[in-house]
């Protein structure tokens, strides 16, 4: 078992800036073996991908976020994080940490961004 626990989540207004962290626990289960993933729901609409870091620190972005969000990772630590620059009204969403381990797809319950003036 894995569990992802988010954070770092609030209203930002746009131009703004937020870093999400997510922790990860588990017996047997590292950051640093494992792929990572941010995805966000925005309201009444489907869940999306963000952005992922694999081994060696190798990371994808979607079209819609790339050049403004990063997502980085502290082994020690076993915790994920997602700066958010130039955030935008669309970027408002709950977003979610995510992992693929043993073949089972693990989810946190996710931290709420709102970007508004």
């Known amino acids: 078992q894995v569990q992802l626990v988010e954070s770092g989540g609030g209203l930002v207004q746009p131009g703004g800036s937020l870093r999400l962290s997510c922790a990860a626990s588990?017996?047997?289960?590292?950051?640093?073996?494992?792929?990572m993933a941010w995805y966000r729901q925005a309201p009444g609409k489907e869940r999306e991908w963000v952005a992922t870091i694999i081994i060696g620190r190798t990371t994808s972005y979607a079209d819609s976020v790339r050049g403004r969000f990063t997502i980085s990772r502290d082994n020690a630590k076993n915790i994920v994080y997602l700066r958010m620059n130039s955030l935008k009204p669309e970027d408002t969403a709950v977003y979610y940490c995510?992992?693929?381990?043993?073949?089972?797809?693990?989810w946190g319950k996710g931290t709420l961004v709102t970007v508004s003036s």
């Open positions: 995510n992992t693929l381990y043993d073949g089972i797809n693990f």
């Open positions: 588990g017996s047997g289960f590292s950051i640093n073996i494992n792929s």
